[in-house]
């Protein structure tokens, strides 16, 4: 069976997350995103597995349900060099017996613990209890693991299961690093939040046996990833280098020549676009055999708010966003799947707005230092806004 997965998500126990991040509003949500498969995150935290445990059923290895939606336990560990891991773990049971062993100072207060065990040791204590593990976001310059390393092997020295890729990259950047050839690669939301524009906002589209632990790791052992969907990596927040106060783009050359400082006094980070430039090997991709389609997305409601120049949580947008998953279903049907002459006949004006998010005539405004890119339209809808790139010349 095909199924739409997203590992990566965070509960009400992670710093900067909504209090909304209960398994009672998650699974609603995943569901009219169009998933099947939803991590739990936060799965070291005793707290949430409590809730875990009192708010679904178990169906037995390893995935437990809640109105329909399966989730299985997945965690995010920040470990030494402040790197960041995924996990994917085979049932409650090991969950709670891993966080025990984990030395942790916070693993009762943020749902993503800090450790000072690098990714070598993370891998090999978690391997012991058959859970998969892999760097997220490799990419990106606070928490990824290329920030401090120039191969995955020297993080973990043994080869992880996958590479999560992250919001400001896609599988066209990645597979220019020639190391990363053998590895499937992950998408997943990372979301903090159960609004419609985060969850699921990045998932994957796995082939399984059945939906259960074995079954999902069957499939990412054997590469049995059949598409990655995932944001196109321009609105990715880290995609560009950028100041993390003032949020110009800063060309990386000169960015370096000034120490990483803008001339606001904002310190400057490397973009992920950069970064994966100084680590390629290749100057085209060269995919894999098995390496699978990659679809850029965008999340719905933030085409809606850009379309009606409303925020994305306002009731307009909301509303509309709803009317749009009555009407078809969820939001991957509205995106991909419906005809554009149907939309039109439930909304005259974000239908175009589909139809240039499929055809490619979006333009958008990179994102860098913090700050996600911003979505417009090279037609009647939107006139873009330029950009500029700070050089030696308007430094």
Not at 52 to 66: N, R, V
Not at 85 to 99: N, T, Y
Request: with cysteine; net charge negative.
């Amino acid at each position: 069976m095909l199924v739409n997965a997203d590992f990566h998500v965070h509960s009400c126990f992670s710093m900067a997350s909504s209090k909304d991040m209960l398994i009672k509003n998650m699974a609603p949500k995943s569901k009219l995103k169009g998933l099947q498969l939803l991590g739990t995150g936060d799965a070291f935290h005793p707290g949430w597995l409590d809730i875990i445990e009192e708010s679904t059923d178990y169906l037995g290895d390893g995935i437990y349900a809640f109105d329909d939606m399966n989730f299985v336990l997945t965690t995010e560990v920040e470990g030494k060099n402040k790197i960041h891991h995924v996990i994917i773990i085979p049932d409650i049971k090991i969950a709670r017996e891993l966080s025990e062993k984990l030395p942790s100072k916070n693993k009762n207060h943020d749902g993503r613990p800090k450790t000072h065990l690098n990714g070598a040791e993370l891998l090999e204590l978690v391997r012991d209890y058959d859970c998969l593990i892999g760097p997220a976001h490799a990419f990106t310059p606070w928490t990824g693991m290329y920030k401090s390393f120039d191969s995955i092997y020297d993080c973990y020295e043994h080869k992880p299961d996958f590479v999560e890729l992250g919001l400001s990259a896609d599988t066209f950047m990645a597979d220019t690093v020639s190391e990363l050839k053998d590895f499937p690669f992950l998408t997943n939301s990372d979301a903090h939040s159960p609004w419609p524009h985060r969850l699921g906002r990045e998932f994957n589209q796995i082939e399984l046996e059945d939906i259960s632990y074995s079954s999902i790791k069957s499939a990412i052992k054997n590469r049995d990833i059949k598409a990655n969907y995932g944001l196109i990596p321009n609105l990715g927040k880290y995609h560009m280098t950028a100041c993390t106060k003032c949020f110009k783009l800063i060309d990386p050359i000169i960015a370096k020549e000034n120490k990483m400082k803008c001339s606001c006094g904002g310190t400057v980070k490397k973009g992920v676009d950069f970064r994966i430039s100084e680590i390629a090997d290749y100057a085209e991709p060269k995919h894999p055999s098995f390496r699978p389609k990659y679809v850029h997305l965008m999340p719905l409601a933030e085409l809606i708010s850009t379309v009606y120049d409303k925020g994305v949580t306002t009731k307009t947008v909301q509303g509309k966003w709803q009317k749009l998953i009555d009407c078809f279903g969820t939001e991957i049907d509205v995106l991909i799947n419906v005809s554009v002459s149907e939309i039109d006949k439930i909304d005259s004006n974000i239908a175009p707005a589909i139809e240039a998010f499929r055809n490619g005539t979006i333009d958008v405004i990179p994102g860098g230092g913090g700050k996600y890119g911003e979505i417009s339209f090279n037609h009647e809808l939107k006139k873009p806004k330029a950009e500029k790139i700070i050089t030696l010349d308007n430094f």
